[in-house]
């Protein structure tokens, strides 16, 4: 998508004559009497092969006594409601417009005028727009006047281009800048694009039908689907929009045990990418073939899914297979079924699927959305802290006995405190007033009530144990090591 630059000055600076000059039309009505310009004009520009858009307006009054600032919603409303009858403030206000939708703004100013007070302050303006500017003097026909533009770094926005658009001197280095610059901004878009991206890694043993699941997502035959095994040697990427998101999708590898697989081939490569992709992906879609029976090989992979830390759906493809084979067992007893064979998985929701015939690809990516959005769940800690007084007084931890100085006492873990440290997976911190460990099956109880309480929707829940502020528990290190991609805990 080509960029959009937009031309702004006060009035009578040239403004007009540059747009024309510069997308080689005469769009615009040019003219010596100030405030010609009123509606914005809009024109396409190409130069050396690369397109943008650009949009010419009218003039910012910014009287001597006036101020130019950015505007709150209620005084925008307020400028808005004045400028019925204000041919210049209406002028303004569209101005201020295009300024907000453009990439980039070339403010002009007049070289034989010099620096002005309202140049300045149509500076300030523009430095608070967070936009990229180019400062253009207009109007240098001679040296003189091209040597007297220096005054104008004083703006402090940079180089000032001389141009004179009448005649068309310097508008190829002006060109060539506004070039530099949008392209220098396209790469910075891509990246912020490529880093909002919702990532989902489609993960399962080799022949589940992952490649076909990316091919219906995505509404095209992005990747080759065979019923010969390994197929897909490496993660395939695909973009879709869907519900104002842009989901990047990753058809992975299948992983078989790794005994069977070679050292440095080609699978052994794939299986090593795959997993990568895993411990990157916000969601995994963890597949399965439900017209078959589940293999050791799918239970270790639900495992490995567990502990990635990504939000995880169970896709139980081919149940069109079931349904035409005319079995008697219904949908839910082949949920419950599922949900008894991946323990690890308890959390994650189940769709019965089938890639072939596209049913349920609506549901999966709603889920997709879902399942994310529950992983950057933030509690209070108000919430919290009126969730773990329910949580005690429901149920407290276990009397234990335990050994204080050689004699025998009966003591229960006593639990302080419960915050959340970190989402995506989300990380909740549980301090304990003493020196007992908590029972795995409190642990559990603890993240099972948070879960039931709070939702988190398809997504893994740390619980992190501090003994009186003391961060180097056995389950803090673990945490960290988490986050540090130490493969002893993930």
């Known amino acids: 998508m080509p960029g959009t630059v937009v031309i702004i000055g006060r009035t009578n600076v040239g403004k007009s004559t540059l747009f024309n000059r510069l997308s080689e039309t005469r769009k615009a009505m040019v003219s010596n009497i100030p405030g010609t310009t009123r509606d914005l004009k809009y024109a396409a520009a190409k130069w050396q092969g690369k397109e943008f858009k650009l949009v010419d307006t009218g003039g910012f009054l910014a009287e001597e006594k006036s101020e130019i600032k950015q505007l709150t919603r209620k005084e925008s409303k307020e400028m808005k409601r004045q400028a019925k009858d204000d041919i210049g403030k209406q002028v303004e206000i569209?101005?201020?417009?295009?300024?907000?939708?453009?990439?980039?703004?070339?403010?002009?100013?007049?070289?034989?005028?010099?620096?002005?007070?309202?140049?300045?302050?149509?500076?300030?303006?523009?430095?608070?727009?967070?936009?990229?500017?180019?400062?253009?003097?207009?109007?240098?026909?001679?040296?003189?006047?091209?040597?007297?533009?220096?005054?104008?770094?004083?703006?402090?926005?940079?180089k000032p281009f001389s141009v004179a658009a009448i005649t068309g001197a310097g508008i190829g280095d002006l060109l060539d800048e506004i070039n530099i610059r949008l392209k220098e901004l396209k790469k910075i878009k891509e990246k912020k694009e490529k880093k909002a991206l919702l990532r989902v890694a489609i993960i399962g043993k080799p022949n589940v039908g992952k490649s076909s699941l990316l091919n219906t997502l995505a509404k095209e035959e992005k990747a080759i689907v065979s019923p010969i095994p390994h197929t897909t040697r490496e993660p395939n990427e695909s973009v879709i929009d869907y519900q104002d998101k842009?989901?990047?999708?990753?058809?992975?590898?299948?992983?078989?045990?790794?005994?069977?697989?070679?050292?440095?081939?080609?699978?052994?490569?794939?299986?090593?990418?795959?997993?990568?992709?895993?411990?990157?992906?916000?969601?995994?879609?963890?597949?399965?073939?439900?017209?078959?029976?589940?293999?050791?090989?799918?239970?270790?992979?639900?495992?490995?899914?567990?502990?990635?830390?990504?939000?995880?759906?169970?896709?139980?493809?081919?149940?069109?297979?079931i349904?035409?084979?005319g079995q008697e067992n219904t949908g839910e007893e082949y949920i419950k079924f599922i949900?008894?064979?991946?323990?690890?998985?308890?959390?994650?929701?189940?769709?019965?699927?089938?890639?072939?015939?596209?049913?349920?690809?609506?549901?999966?990516?709603?889920?997709?959305?879902e399942v994310e959005a529950a992983g950057k769940t933030k509690i209070l800690a108000n919430?919290?802290?009126?969730?773990?007084?329910?949580?005690?007084?429901?149920?407290?931890?276990?009397?234990?006995?335990?050994?204080?100085?050689?004699?025998?006492?009966?003591?229960?873990?006593?639990?302080?405190?419960?915050?959340?440290?970190?989402?995506?997976?989300?990380?909740?911190?549980?301090?304990?007033?003493?020196?007992?460990?908590?029972?795995?099956?409190?642990?559990?109880?603890?993240?099972?009530s948070l879960r039931q309480k709070f939702g988190f929707l398809g997504t893994p829940i740390r619980l992190v144990v501090r003994h009186n502020g003391n961060e180097n528990t056995e389950s803090t290190k673990a945490h960290k090591a988490r986050k540090q991609g130490n493969t002893k805990y993930n």
Do not use: W
């Not at 769709?351 to 959305?369: D, H, M, R, Y």
């Open 94 to 158: 569209r101005a201020r417009l295009a300024l907000d939708k453009s990439d980039l703004a070339l403010l002009i100013v007049d070289g034989i005028d010099g620096l002005t007070p309202q140049d300045k302050k149509i500076a300030d303006y523009l430095r608070q727009s967070d936009k990229i500017i180019i400062l253009v003097v207009n109007k240098c026909d001679n040296l003189n006047i091209r040597q007297a533009a220096a005054e104008f770094y004083k703006l402090g926005l940079g």
């Open 246 to 321: 842009h989901i990047l999708l990753f058809d992975t590898a299948g992983i078989r045990r790794k005994a069977r697989i070679e050292d440095n081939s080609l699978e052994d490569m794939g299986v090593r990418m795959t997993i990568g992709v895993l411990k990157k992906a916000d969601v995994a879609l963890m597949m399965i073939d439900i017209s078959n029976q589940l293999t050791q090989q799918d239970l270790q992979l639900g495992r490995q899914v567990a502990e990635a830390g990504a939000g995880v759906i169970i896709v139980a493809n081919k149940y069109d297979l």
């Open 323 to 325: 349904k035409e084979s």
């Open 339 to 369: 949900r008894g064979a991946f323990p690890h998985l308890a959390f994650a929701p189940i769709v019965l699927s089938s890639a072939k015939t596209g049913s349920n690809a609506e549901k999966i990516l709603q889920l997709v959305l």
């Open 383 to 448: 919430s919290l802290s009126k969730f773990l007084k329910q949580l005690i007084k429901k149920q407290p931890p276990a009397r234990k006995r335990i050994n204080v100085r050689g004699r025998v006492a009966i003591k229960r873990p006593f639990i302080t405190k419960l915050q959340q440290i970190d989402t995506k997976p989300p990380v909740f911190s549980c301090e304990i007033d003493s020196g007992e460990e908590l029972e795995e099956n409190y642990k559990r109880y603890i993240i099972n």
